[in-house]
């Protein structure tokens, strides 16, 4: 090659690398870190119930607590970001994430919620093995001095066992979850992400359950008095042990060109229950009891079971159809496994079967349910704009709840808080459903202006339950959205659905249920109508108003027992207004209001054997439940780069009403458990208001001081009657010769104040 | 002379080929002319992760990945020579965004929120680096409540899931309204990004998911026969008190046809659940009724 050549070449070269390394060339970052980190020193003082000031927090009395910490950093394609929040106390959260953008990034993350009750009173002492017990003396004395289960208890009986309560364990029920996960994610090329995680999540402390047992004076249903055929009830509260772990692995796939996408995914969990049941003794008693309905002086109770579950998903859509379509399908199936073995008939030793035999030896028909759910979930959607300014979505969904658990035939069981045996054949129900729906919506828009969407859809649900209807329910809608100006968007919609039962079902509720004609209303023959309504203003700049409301009304077959109708109104403003760059003023209002009417009868005690069909035992009860929220917030610098100030204070006064009453009363036939009573309304009130002022002694350096104002009332007949014993209280409807044992550990009233000192700082 | 000018064409080409490529960039200005007059806008992009975008696509271009080539724009100044995805209809905004934002945005189309012309950028703010995920407002609560104006009272009543904490300077709770709604669209009723409002309490409430022995069959249909998981004035977020729930099915006994005095153990503390202490299912061979 001569020299000219050469320098051709070569000339020719340098302008082809120079030309193609600038439009590829990329300078070389430094790392940038940034990050910020407050720490606060804090005081907490409650009157009243300070579980319920934490109920879901923890450390608002710490002294000290790192309420904040953030770090990021970045350079070049490499980052890594860290955050930790209230570190140190039981609700502290840590989140970590590594990784190149574009190639892989790896996120690790620990979380914990605490959940506080108030504390209980609990006769029994935690032993081995989750077993709560009394000690046999005590059973002695209160079963010589306390009443046979039998008879009414005298004061002085009632009194022994109060003042025995009064020196009884005192129960800290609080339960903590805590979650650590990881997960990788990977892009091997372009368009494609592989990922990877595990999770593990623990629930651990104690709750409170309520378990009870009656006795009945008399078998069948003649010639007795008072309600229940002398259905003395016996009760009592018991802290349960909580220790489950779920551990979950995903492994997923996306992958995505042009106008398509694939994402498929695996999921694992494993749901282990280390406290499979709970044991306890009853204080009542200490002698075993065979065929004496009313209680057992040991009992167990079963808590949720293990169980395995499988998930495969894949989700794929294209785009770009004919028509400027898209079409997106997902298919997900869900295989649910449990084999947990069953627990004898009974822990009670006196109980014997049909034939004499130890009701807690005897062998089970089965060792296990075999549990198998398999979910199968459709979701189809196309979406097109067939026309201008036009467009339609096509949907169909199906959700297939198969169960192929087993169907065991027993042929007794242990009834009534583990006291008798019930000889009987039957068989364990396996709930089966299918739910379909198909939808089809339509928008047009007029112009820039208006829009008006029409719906129509349909959706089905099949059960296999011989008991559960099959459902129809066709709905129809409309919405017309207006932007009335550039500040002004109005939005009105109007939906009407119609819910129908197969006629089968009504064959069958006449066999099972005719005699009490009730219907389920989750099921029930139904007409549902929702408007809903938006504006959205923004008169100005520095103003934003949003108003919206929802209401539905729900129609029943008043012909039959059970909901009547249902209606709920919800709506709320909003208020945003900025008055100036350094002074932000925001509020709100909304109120929820729901209203229904059911209808019931009574059995009766004394006409016709305890039939069904006497009209005068008939009552009606309308439920109230109103909820008005308020509240502000005004932020605010007050010197420029300096001084920050933000108050905020929220309000809500909830109340639910019961009115209940006769609609066809006679004295004299009308039964006593018939008869309408008052029941005072149940009110709650919180208010919280929260003042903070932050002051920048530079940039990057910050302190504040922030007060928090919290106050809980809470009037609620069901929880304030309750005590640690509540014995037969005089002429109270069902319960003749009746005794329970509470925990009393309900939240109540607080009033708390709360002071933190903060210094923040800013590091870039 | 024939070998000198085949080596000429060959660099003519090789120049008007490299030129050509030039030619085709030439519609774009980059990011340094639009700081000329947008300063504060390109540096809040610069200090996000969108200034990262070119290590997912090589043929990010900076602001100009979403409003377009902007050369024109820079001659002219005119607004109308760049796209401004806040002035674009809410379609053609999304667009802009889901062009990149793909793998979260798989059941946008046809969702809820884009039926009714809520855009991305009715939520975010690229530019804003001020708040969590680019939001335009503090959290994703406010975000939520600035249009569901109603759902705000959900997390004041008696029950109600942990959303807000006020103790706390930025007022979260250990919850948002995205652990259990995606406003990005999802395969479910009601934004639950979930198949099912089931399948979505299980991920927390492990423990009613299984098969049981013994099944309340309305239980494995829909928690929210019972339950509102928005909050509610009665304990346990429960639709309604205990018996009266019960009773608006359960008819079939005598003690569950009581009308019920406040004292009442069929109506005091936990009324049914009194006895009925496995409301969920039971997996216990004496569970029949609900109470093992």
Request: contains cysteine; proline residues 3%.
């Amino acid at each position: 090659m001569n020299k000219g050549n050469l320098l051709t070449l070569g000339a020719v070269s340098l302008c082809s690398c120079a030309l193609l390394a600038a439009q590829g060339l990329r300078a070389e970052e430094e790392m940038v870190v940034t990050g910020d980190v407050r720490v606060a020193v804090q005081n907490l003082d409650v009157d009243g119930d300070a579980a319920g000031v934490e109920k879901y927090r923890d450390g608002l009395d710490d002294s000290a607590a790192v309420e904040q910490f953030d770090l990021w950093g970045s350079k070049d394609a490499f980052y890594f970001s860290l955050e930790g929040r209230d570190l140190g106390q039981k609700d502290q959260s840590l989140f970590g994430e590594v990784g190149k953008y574009g190639q892989y990034k790896l996120k690790a993350s620990w979380d914990e919620v605490p959940r506080n009750y108030a504390d209980g009173t609990y006769a029994g002492t935690l032993t081995s093995g989750g077993y709560w017990a009394v000690p046999n003396v005590v059973q002695g004395i209160l079963e010589q001095n306390f009443t046979p289960l039998d008879q009414q208890p005298s004061a002085a009986n009632q009194r022994v066992l109060q003042n025995f309560l009064l020196t009884a364990n005192k129960i800290n029920l609080e339960q903590q979850r805590e979650t650590g996960a990881i997960e990788l994610m990977f892009t091997p090329v372009q368009n494609m992400d592989i990922s990877a995680g595990y999770a593990r999540q623990t629930k651990e402390g104690m709750r409170a359950f309520s378990t009870g047992s009656y006795r009945r004076d008399k078998l069948g249903a003649e010639n007795f008095g008072g309600v229940g055929e002398n259905f003395r009830l016996y009760g009592q509260e018991v802290p349960g042990l909580i220790d489950n772990e779920t551990q979950t692995f995903d492994l997923g796939l996306d992958y995505s060109r042009d106008n398509w996408f694939m994402d498929f995914s695996y999921r694992y969990v494993d749901f282990a229950n280390n406290q499979g049941s709970v044991t306890w003794d009853n204080p009542l008693l200490l002698i075993g009891q065979d065929n004496e309905q009313g209680g057992s002086p040991i009992n167990r109770l079963d808590q949720a079971p293990d169980y395995e579950s499988d998930t495969f998903s894949f989700t794929g859509g294209i785009a770009g159809l004919p028509l400027r379509s898209r079409f997106t399908a997902t298919f997900s199936r869900d295989q649910i496994t449990q084999d947990d073995d069953f627990l004898a008939y009974t822990v009670n030793p006196a109980v014997l079967d049909a034939d004499g035999n130890i009701a807690a030896t005897r062998p089970l028909p089965a060792s296990n349910l075999d549990g198998d759910v398999e979910t199968t979930f459709v979701n189809l959607v196309l979406n097109s704009s067939p026309l201008p300014r036009t467009t339609v979505n096509l949907r169909y969904k199906s959700y297939d709840y198969a169960n192929d658990s087993k169907r065991i035939d027993w042929d007794g069981w242990v009834r009534i808080a583990e006291t008798d045996w019930k000889e009987a054949d039957y068989v364990n129900r396996v709930p089966e459903y299918e739910k379909t729906t198909l939808a089809l919506d339509g928008t047009y828009r007029f112009g820039r202006k208006v829009k008006l969407k029409a719906e129509i859809s349909q959706e089905e649900i099949d059960r296999n339950d011989h008991r559960a209807a099959d459902n129809t329910e066709d709905s129809y809608g409309a919405t017309i959205q207006i932007s009335a100006a550039d500040w002004a968007l109005l939005r009105f919609g109007y939906r009407f659905a119609d819910r129908t039962i197969d006629g089968e079902y009504i064959a069958e509720i006449e066999q099972s249920h005719g005699w009490e004609e009730t219907h389920m209303f989750d099921m029930a023959e139904r007409e549902r109508q929702t408007l809903d309504a938006y504006v959205g203003l923004d008169p100005m700049d520095n103003l934003s108003v949003g108003f919206n409301l929802t209401y539905i009304e729900d129609e029943y077959n008043d012909k039959v027992y059970g909901l009547h109708d249902a209606e709920s109104l919800l709506m709320g403003i909003d208020l945003n207004y900025w008055l100036s760059d350094s002074l932000q003023f925001s509020a709100y209002y909304s109120r929820e209001d729901r209203d229904s009417t059911q209808l019931n009868r009574t059995k009766s005690d004394n006409t016709g054997n305890g039939a069904f069909e006497v009209p005068e035992n008939d009552w009606a009860t309308d439920l109230g439940d109103t909820t008005d929220a308020l509240g502000f917030a005004l932020d605010a610098t007050l010197i420029p780069d300096k001084l920050t100030m933000a108050l905020s204070l929220n309000y809500s006064m909830g109340e639910a009403t019961f009115d209940t009453r006769n609609t066809d009363y006679v004295a004299g036939i009308t039964t006593t458990s018939a008869t309408a009573y008052p029941w005072s309304d149940v009110e709650s009130e919180m208010t919280e208001f929260k003042a903070e002022f932050d002051y920048y002694w530079t940039d990057q350096l910050s302190t504040g001081f922030r007060y928090y104002y919290t106050k809980f009332d809470l009037d609620d007949f069901a929880v304030d009657n309750v005590s640690t014993y509540n014995g037969n209280p005089v002429g109270a409807q069902g319960n003749a010769s009746s005794h329970f044992i509470f925990m009393d550990a309900n939240h109540n009233d607080y009033d708390a104040h709360f002071v933190a000192l903060t210094l923040a700082y800013a590091f870039n | 002379m024939v070998k000198k000018y085949l080596q000429c064409l060959i660099a003519v080409i090789v120049l008007l080929l490299a030129t050509q490529s030039m030619a085709e960039d030439s519609e774009y200005a980059g990011d340094k002319k639009c700081r000329r007059c947008h300063k504060d806008a390109v540096t809040d992009i610069q200090t996000n992760i969108h200034s990262k975008a070119s290590y997912w696509d090589a043929q990010a271009r900076g602001c100009e990945s979403c409003h377009g080539p902007g050369k024109k724009h820079t001659e002219t100044k005119l607004a109308e020579d760049i796209l401004n995805p806040a002035r674009l209809d809410s379609e053609q905004a999304s667009a802009q965004c889901v062009s990149c934002h793909d793998k979260g945005t798989r059941h946008w189309a046809g969702s809820p929120h884009d039926a009714m012309d809520v855009s991305c950028v009715s939520c975010h703010s690229v530019h804003n680096n001020d708040h969590d995920k680019m939001l335009s407002k503090s959290s994703v609560d406010e975000t939520c409540f600035g249009c569901h104006a109603e759902q705000r009272a959900f997390t004041l009543k008696r029950s109600s899931h942990p959303l807000h904490d006020m103790s706390r300077a930025d007022g979260e709770g250990k919850m948002s309204c995205t652990d259990c709604h995606n406003p990005h669209g999802t395969q479910a009723e009601a934004l639950i990004s979930a198949n099912s409002v089931n399948d979505k309490c299980y991920e927390c409430h492990q423990e009613f998911k299984a098969p049981v022995l013994w099944e309340h069959s309305a239980v494995k249909e829909s928690c929210l026969n019972c339950h509102n998981p928005h909050g509610s004035n009665h304990e346990m977020m429960l639709v309604a008190k205990e018996p009266r729930l019960c009773q608006q099915c359960h008819e079939q006994g005598r003690h569950q046809t009581i009308a019920g005095e406040e004292n009442s153990f069929f109506v005091t503390n936990r009324g049914c659940s009194n006895c009925h202490a496995q409301i969920h299912g039971s997996n216990h061979p004496g569970g029949v009724k609900l109470k093992r």
